[in-house]
């Protein structure tokens, strides 16, 4: 997936469409991202006889397809490619501006 945790993201469709804010989570099998304060739930807690009923607010994931990368470099949303470095280490790069979007180059685990 193009998206890692830490980016920048512009909304682009959907209810929360042009909002910007970092990714918190991101479910690859889903294909599917959390962004802060974006795509806000309420969850409704039954009461017990230990705790009171509640609502819990919560951020849903929205699919990737609906988000775009915004380069740090050149403050705009731009589309995601990629790169081989010299000691052969793949790395993002933003396709209008041609500059890196990892601060440090990606590491295999």
């Known amino acids: ?6 980016d920048t993201v512009l909304i682009i469709s959907g209810k929360n469409k042009n ?10 099998k889903q294909q599917r991202i959390v962004v802060e304060k ?3 739930r309420k969850k409704h807690i039954k009461k017990t006889s230990a705790k009171a009923g509640e609502i819990i607010s919560y951020e849903a994931p929205i699919h990737v397809s609906n ?5 740090p470099n050149c403050n705009k949303p731009a ?3 990629y790169t081989f470095l010299a000691d052969k ?5 933003c396709k209008k501006c041609q500059q ?4 440090t180059p990606s590491k295999k685990k």
Do not use: E, F, P
């Open 19 to 28: 909002a910007k804010n970092k990714v918190m989570r991101v479910l690859q």
């Open 100 to 103: 890196s979007l990892d601060q």
């Open 79 to 81: 589309r995601v490619g």
């Open 89 to 93: 280490k793949k790395q993002r790069i």
């Open 38 to 40: 974006v795509n806000i």
């Open 1 to 6: 997936m193009k998206i890692k945790t830490g």
């Open 67 to 71: 988000v775009k990368v915004v380069c």
